[in-house]
């Protein structure tokens, strides 16, 4: 638990560096967190259930920057007929209203 803490901290660093422009400046640092994060995690991505903020910030960032992430990494939020668990329902809507305008 604590060091997917600091994987969503790393996370968190990274995005707005990437939204700002600046990630060059720091590329060695930012390759070596994103292979630490990648190789933890590839294979166990149908296993993630525990922050939809979390899964999300980490398949945008490892796709922006090329890794091969697929779309299962969201499986832990599904219920058994593939549709997202009742309480993310809604969460999810207003979480695509929130990020669609400010996407890059």
Same mark, same amino acid.
């Given at each position: ?10 996370l968190e *660093?990274?995005?707005?560096? %990437?939204?700002?422009? *600046?990630? +060059? ?19 166990? +991505? ?9 899964? %999300? ?9 090329? +890794?091969?992430?697929?779309?299962e990494i ?11 668990? %009742?309480? *993310? ?6 979480? +695509? ?8």
């Amino acid at each position: 638990m604590l060091q997917e803490e600091v994987d969503e901290d790393q996370l968190e *660093l990274i995005d707005p560096l %990437a939204k700002l422009g *600046l990630s +060059y400046h720091f590329e060695d640092e930012i390759k070596k967190s994103l292979d630490k994060i990648y190789s933890k995690n590839h294979g166990n +991505y149908g296993l993630k259930k525990d922050s939809l903020y979390a899964t %999300a910030l980490e398949f945008k960032i490892l796709r922006r920057q090329g +890794y091969n992430v697929p779309q299962e990494i969201f499986n832990g939020f599904r219920d058994k007929s593939g549709n997202f668990k %009742a309480f *993310l329902g809604r969460i999810t809507r207003e979480c +695509y209203i929130y990020m669609k305008p400010h996407s890059i």
